[in-house]
C-alpha cells in the first residue's frame, strides 16, 4: 500500500480528499496544525472509510518537523498539500503572515522532497491566479493576471516555487490543480465545510442562514453584466474535486504525466449566478432562503468558469455530482453538524 502525505488533511478539502485516498486502498498521513480545523474531523473520516488515518499536529513552517516526519514515515510515495491559510479579505489585513505561512510550508516540504527523494507533489492552486480572465471559459493556457489579494499572490508565487524547483531538480514531478469553487459535503454527512466564525463563502453562509444562524444572505451585487446582473462562478461539487486528487496522484505514481509540471483546472465548465444558487437550493432542500441585494464586494471578480477539457482528457476525470444534489448534500451537513454541536452544549 502507498502512502501518501495530506497537509491540511483535516481540512474541508483535504478530509473529503483522504477519504476517497483510503477508498483506493492508499495509507495517508495527515499533517495539520488544526489552526482552521478540528480534530474531530479524523473521526468523520475513519466511520466513513473504517480506517483512521496517521495524524500529526504541527505547522509546516517548522522545517525540522518537517524533517522528522519523514524520517518517521520513510514510506511516504507522494504529497497532496493543501495547508494554507485561505481567506481574501483577512489575506488584506495580515498579508505577511500569508506570505510567510504558505510560501514556507511549501518550501520546507520541496526541501524534504529533495532531500529524501520523494518526487511527486500534488499542489492545492485555485481559478484566483486567473483573476478576471479575458475569456470565457477559462482555460489553462491563459494568462496570469496580477492577483487581486495577497491570498491570490500566495497561490501565483507558490506555483512558480514550484516551477523552479523542478527546473533545477529534474527529479521533481507536480500537478498543480485550480479550483473553481467547492462546494457540497460528503453524502454520509459524516465531514463537511465548517468555516470558523462568520461563512465569508457563499454556500456556508445560505446553509448557516437557513438553519437560523445568520439573520439573511446578502447577495453581492445585482448589476454585474451576466444573465441575472449577479456574478457567475464555477461551483463543484467536493468530492468530485477530491476524486480528481486521487487521479492525479496515480498519474503521477504510474509515470503517466507528460511534463514535470502539469497544470489542471478543476471545475464543472458551467457558470453560475449566486440567484441561480439561490433557486437551485430551494428547490433541492425545499427551504427557503431569505436574502437582500446589497453592494457589490470588493476584489469580486464578474465571472469565471472552467474549460474542463483538458483536466476531462488527460485525467479522464469529470465533475459528475449535479448541483441539485450538491447543495442537498451541504444542507444535510449543516443540519448534521448543528444537531451534534447542539448535543455537546
Ligand atoms: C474566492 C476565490 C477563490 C478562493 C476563495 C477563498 C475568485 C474567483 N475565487 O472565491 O479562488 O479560493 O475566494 O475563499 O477569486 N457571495 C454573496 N454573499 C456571500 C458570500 C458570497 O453574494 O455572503 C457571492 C460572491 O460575491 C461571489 C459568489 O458568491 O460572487 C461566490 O463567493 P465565494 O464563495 O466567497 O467564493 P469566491 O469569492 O468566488
Known sequence: MDRILVTGGTGYIGSHTVVEL?????KVVIVDNLSNSNIEVL?????????????????????????QLFEKYNDI?????????????ESVEMPLSYYHNNLESLINLLIAM?????PGL???????????????PVTEKAP???????????????????GDAIQANNKLKAISLRYFNPIGAHKSALIGELPIGVPLNLVPFVTQAVAGIREKLRVFGNDYNTPDGT???????????????VVAVKRMLNGLNKNNLEVFNLGTGRGVSVLEIIDTFEKATGKKVNYEI?????????????????????????????LEETLASAWEWEKYIRNKMNKSK
Not at 47 to 64: S, Y
Not at 114 to 118: A, L, M, Q, R, V
Request: with cysteine; charged share 25%.
Open 231 to 245: 456574478a457567475v462562478r464555477d461551483y463543484i461539487n467536493i468530492v468530485d474535486l477530491a476524486k480528481a486528487h
Open 77 to 89: 510515495k507522494a504529497i497532496i498539500h493543501f495547508a494554507a491559510l485561505k481567506a481574501v479579505g
Open 122 to 136: 500534488v499542489f492545492s492552486s485555485s481559478c484566483t491566479v486567473y483573476g478576471q480572465p479575458d475569456e470565457l
Open 144 to 162: 496570469i493576471k496580477k492577483a487581486m489579494s495577497p491570498y491570490g499572490n500566495t497561490k501565483q508565487i507558490c506555483e512558480e516555487i514550484i
Open 114 to 118: 529533495e532531500k529524501f527523494g520523494h
Open 22 to 26: 483510503i477508498n483506493n486502498g492508499f
Open 43 to 67: 473521526d468523520g473520516i475513519t466511520q466513513i472509510t473504517g480506517t483512521k488515518p496517521d495524524f500529526e499536529k504541527f505547522d509546516l513552517c517548522d522545517r525540522q518537523k518537517v524533517i
Open 294 to 322: 446589497v453592494d457589490r464586494r470588493q476584489g469580486d471578480v464578474e465571472m469565471v468558469y472552467a474549460d474542463t477539457s483538458f483536466a476531462n482528457k488527460e485525467l479522464g476525470w469529470k465533475a459528475e455530482i449535479s
